[in-house]
């Protein structure tokens, strides 16, 4: 049994997962990245999960991920930080500035702030689209069936090259639906980048193409109210 506290040895069971699940369907485990989500998690864990060599991390709040990250840019060069949740057009200088890739977008007003913002900054973060696959009113996302004239938008107005897309699956269906659904939505439109999978269904994800997943209890061990 893996103490829930040992991240270091969450992490290499969670490698050697990926490795094995990957190799069973002829995937490079390498194609496949290990996102570990630290939202809400408190500095010690951050700083074990640095120890042991993991250097992709996903957040959802542009604050949060500045107090979390930015002082340790220095110390590690090779930090990649992703932004996971819904961003707002007026923090779009911040999380231009922070992260390496935006996997949020979803809507033309927040286009045209981050085009600014990496005109005036000279930075391209990675940017992926999220889709809302389950098609939930309360939920961010182009809709599947806007999916291509919005990319149209984003690549031609906007000059865009986006690289990847995002889903978060309704909770009360089966995951592999929506992971099946955003990869047929990726190859119709050749992006290569497919982020999907949290903690309760990475394995599927990978079964069914996710190049990322995100995995924040998974790896952290439960996150502290
Ligand atoms: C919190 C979060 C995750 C990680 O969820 P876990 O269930 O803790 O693995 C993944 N993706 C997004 C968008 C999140 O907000």
Known sequence: ??????????????????????????????????????????????????????RVFG?????????????????Y????????G???????????????VIETLDREKLAGALRKEMDRQGRAPGLYVQVNTGEEVQKAGIAPAELADFLARMRG???????????IPPVEEPAGLHFALLAKLAAQNNI????????????????LGATSIRVGTGFFGSRPD
């Open 77 to 84: 060069p090779d930090l990649e930080l992703r932004l996971i």
């Open 1 to 54: 049994m893996i103490n829930p506290s040992d991240i270091a040895a969450r992490r290499e069971a969670l490698l050697a997962e990926i490795t094995t699940l990957a190799s069973d369907i002829g995937r490079s485990p390498q194609s496949i990245k290990l996102v570990a989500v630290s939202k809400r998690q408190p500095e010690e864990r951050l700083a074990e999960a640095l120890a042991a060599g993991q």
């Open 157 to 167: 107005h906007y000059g865009f090259s986006v690289s990847g897309l995002m889903c």
């Open 59 to 75: 957040e959802n709040r542009v604050q949060e991920a500045q107090a979390h990250w930015a002082d340790r840019r220095e110390s």
């Open 192 to 207: 290569a980048e497919l982020s999907m999978g949290m903690s309760a269904d990475y394995p599927v994800a990978i079964g």
């Open 86 to 100: 819904p961003l707002q057009s007026n923090k779009a200088a911040e999380a231009v500035a922070l992260f390496d």
